[in-house]
Nanobody, 122 residues
Framework: QVQLVESGGGLVQAGGSLTLSCAPSGSIFTVNSMGWYRQTPGKQRELVATITRGGVTNYQDSVKGRFTISRDTAKNTVYLQMNSLKPEDTAVYYC????????????????WGQGTQVTVSS
């Protein structure tokens, strides 16, 4: 079964940087739009950034100018470069694909990774 696997989370001081990666663990034929979302206990999961297959990006206002989303389409991998991190960025970050098609032709919609913890200390 295809899995989206996030990596790169950790503990960082305010003002520091981290880069998150998300890659499939199984065989994927193609992926449409991908994105990063985050969630804090007691809060709804919120959009951080998305990127289309053609490279068009969308960002939550609070991360504009600090975070950059990118992708390697050939590898079906998405990245989130996070700079100037703030304590309020602390959350579990989840990778998402709006839909993907595996090598058997099965289509999966709204597909999520398991999350990676980002903690920013003040």
């Amino acid at each position: 079964q295809v899995q989206l696997v996030e990596s790169g989370g950790g503990l960082v001081q305010a003002g520091g940087s981290l880069t998150l990666s998300c890659a499939p663990s199984g065989s994927i034929f193609t992926v449409n739009s991908m994105g990063w979302y985050r969630q804090t206990p007691g809060k709804q999961r919120e959009l951080v950034a998305t990127i289309t297959r053609g490279g068009v990006t969308n960002y939550q206002d609070s991360v504009k100018g600090r975070f950059t989303i990118s992708r390697d389409t050939a590898k079906n991998t998405v990245y989130l470069q996070m700079n100037s991190l703030k304590p309020e960025d602390t959350a579990v970050y989840y990778c998402n694909a709006d839909f993907l098609i595996d090598v058997t032709g099965t289509v999966s919609y709204d597909y999520w990774g398991q999350g990676t913890q980002v903690t920013v200390s003040s």
